[in-house]
């Protein structure tokens, strides 16, 4: 659900900044969501990530030996194209 902040109650809006913990505008909308969190053992987390292991090793043994620094480098390309105000911590 979407609500456009200038349409909220006093209420909700004193509300949505304590969870947010931020003033809002009226410019902004805000989107509410529920959700429950999947139940999950910690043997089926754990099951979970040694597969994942598995699979990251497999791909490791695929690609070709780069320095860490080309390694480095590759990262902070991906991560600047997903988030363009990226800076690496040097």
């Known amino acids: 659900m979407i609500h456009k902040v200038k349409d909220l109650s006093p209420a909700d809006r004193v509300a949505i900044e304590h969870l947010l913990g931020r003033p809002i505008s009226d410019r902004e909308t805000v989107t509410v969501n529920a959700f429950e969190e999947p139940t999950i053992s910690d043997e089926g987390r754990e099951e979970i990530a040694l597969e994942l292991e598995r699979l990251f090793a497999e ?20 991560m600047r194209s997903s988030r363009p105000n990226f800076r690496p911590i040097r």
């Not at 690609?63 to 390694?71: C, G, N, T, V, Y």
């Open 59 to 78: 791909i490791d043994a695929q690609r070709p030996p780069i320095s860490p620094e080309d390694a480095e480098e590759i990262i902070n390309e991906a």
